[in-house]
């Protein structure tokens, strides 16, 4: 059993331990500077346009999702009865999350480019000027990043919500419909606190993944138009391997560790009692 | 009562919408990728092909030659499932079945667990650098091995909640009468652990199958390149040629989505670790 171990250990400590000796060292001549390359970041307008754009990107997402996916499984749930129903709407909705990143920017490239796109198409036929430059324009290109990253995971929060709610014990449910609850409340006193702790579950997941997008963004505006969509991976890659500034990307990138690992000491607190069976 | 049915009519008909709208996306691609060109740019353009055409296919697995790449991505996954396989075994046998202390077990699960955590541009800036001064860019031997890796918490956990699941006494019955710890394992355990082993093996494939940035990073040609990689260079080159574009697409999303309807009722528990327990 220890061997496995230590051989991963090795395989993650090692390039994170090598990543740390990059950040104070001159990538090119291998001279130790210090903490220049971390100075450097606090004097950098765009890594602070990249962190905005990241918790632009972030927030929204997080909010839709949940937002859409908590509604959803509340409403399958308490409307659709039927088991084959049931099992219809997981698959239909299990298929946009297995879907590849750069599948599903490929998708959105067929809808969201301007001419021939589908999307301008549908809202000419509606009877609008069906113009927009989708991708060319900041507010519209944040837009349609995040309009993928919901399309794939609005049904992970769905499924998740909606396991949790047939967990709840139904002889709770109906003592308060006997006491005269109404739907609103149904949720708030009796499935919410149920729910509450699989949301917290889920907002980590989801914090954890929207923070460090790549795929579908690289393959459907590159960050741009400018450095709208440009968030942290995105730039960490652009100074890595465009402007080849191994160093400066390896000090940024520890920042991106320290915000991941926190994310996910607090999973860790949370799932360790799952763990200590 | 009158006014339930009506919610509940109300409530079907927001849900087949939004399963339209949720479905819509897929069949433009799988439309636009079996429509000739000059259909694709008319005004307004058909929305089912009037001729229909597998020109587009064949065009990039055969004349782009991305059956290459669709070679490199299986054997890659392939690989690299194995590995993970037999590692994450060898990490959740001990873990379920021998006498290891809960603090030490609870460290090592978490531990692996914090890889599904770590963002991809961390490691890969350092493997990027170590890989190129072992000789290893651009071989598909890099990306196994790291594939392997991170499908290890996937893999891991999984295997640890289905061991939980399978009873002792048979294996304890195996050892009391004479059988090792090893005969006891391949005899009694692995046989009901192989539906198991099979639905992660498939989720694993899926989740490696789909992985973009290390590819991206450090494969160059066409010696270690996998399939999204061909999908993106048909994205982001000068001129797009749609139904192409929409054909990769199609064959990039064809694998795991298949392979995950298989899998179905493993997918929700595998990406939660287990805090999700499926019924569907």
């Not at chain 1, 989708?134 to 837009?143: E, I, K, P, Q």
């Not at chain 2, 740019?41 to 790449?69: C, D, K, N």
Request: glycine fraction near 6%; hydrophobic fraction near 60%; aromatic fraction near 14%.
């Amino acid at each position: 059993m220890t061997p496995p171990v230590l051989l991963l250990g090795a395989l993650v400590a090692y390039p994170l331990l090598y990543n740390v000796s990059l950040a104070f060292r001159n990538y090119r001549t291998g001279e130790f500077v210090g903490v220049h390359n971390f100075a450097r970041a606090f004097a950098d307008p765009a890594f602070f346009a990249s962190l905005r754009a990241t918790a632009i990107y972030v927030t929204a997402a997080l909010a839709v999702e949940i937002g859409l996916g908590l509604a959803l499984a509340l409403l399958v749930h308490r409307t659709i009865r039927s088991g084959w129903a049931r099992t219809l709407i997981y698959l239909l909705f299990i298929v946009p999350m297995v879907t590849p990143p750069v599948a599903a920017g490929v998708i959105a490239r067929l809808i969201y480019t301007p001419t021939y796109g589908v999307l301008n198409a549908v809202l000419r036929a509606l009877g609008g000027a069906g113009d927009t430059l989708w991708l060319s324009r900041g507010d519209t290109a944040m837009f349609a990043v995040v309009s993928v990253d919901v399309w794939q995971w609005m049904p992970f929060v769905f499924l998740v919500c909606f396991a949790g709610l047939q967990s709840v014990p139904q002889d709770a449910v109906e003592a308060a419909l006997v006491d005269g609850a109404g739907g609103w409340q149904l949720f708030r006193l009796i499935e919410f606190p149920y729910l509450s702790s699989l949301l917290l579950l889920v907002l980590i997941f989801r914090f954890t993944d929207t923070f460090r997008v790549f795929d579908h963004v690289l393959v459907l505006t590159g960050g741009g138009p400018g450095a709208t969509t440009e968030f942290l991976s995105v730039y960490l890659y652009r100074i890595a391997f465009k402007f080849f500034n191994l160093s400066y990307a390896a000090a940024l990138s520890l920042f991106v560790l320290i915000v991941a690992s926190a994310a996910f000491a607090v999973l860790g607190r949370f799932l360790g009692r799952e763990v200590a069976q | 009562m009158r006014s339930r049915g009506i919610w509940r009519l109300l409530a079907v008909a927001a849900l087949l919408a939004l399963a339209a709208l949720y479905l819509f996306p897929y069949f433009w691609m799988v439309l636009t990728a079996i429509k000739p060109l000059p259909e694709f740019y008319r005004f307004p353009a058909t929305i089912f092909p009037e001729h229909v055409t597998f020109q587009p296919f064949v065009s990039v697995m055969v004349a782009r030659g991305y059956l290459t790449l669709l070679r490199n991505s299986l054997v890659i996954c392939l690989a690299a499932v194995a590995v993970g396989l037999v590692v994450s075994l060898l990490i959740a046998y001990p873990v379920t079945r021998l006498p290891v202390s809960p603090r030490f077990r609870r460290a090592l699960l978490n531990w692996i667990l914090s890889l599904r955590f770590l963002p991809p541009i961390v490691v890969v800036i350092p493997f990027f650098d170590i890989v190129r001064h072992a000789g290893l860019y651009d071989n598909p031997l890099s990306l196994m091995l790291l594939y392997a890796v991170f499908s290890l918490p996937f893999a891991t956990w999984m295997l640890r909640g289905f061991l939980l699941e399978v009873p002792l006494e048979l294996e304890e019955a195996a050892l009391v009468d004479g059988a090792t710890r090893l005969r006891a394992f391949f005899t009694i355990l692995l046989p009901q652990l192989a539906p198991a082993l099979l639905a992660t093996a498939v989720i694993t494939f899926a989740l490696s199958w789909s992985e973009f940035m290390f590819a991206f990073i450090l494969s160059a040609t066409p010696r270690s390149q996998t399939f999204p990689i061909g999908v993106a260079s048909l994205v982001t080159q000068f001129e797009i040629i749609w139904n192409e574009m929409a054909a990769v697409g199609t064959v990039a999303s064809a694998v795991p989505v298949l392979l995950l309807l298989l899998a179905r009722r493993y997918v929700l528990t595998a990406l939660t670790f287990g805090a999700i327990r499926e019924k569907a």
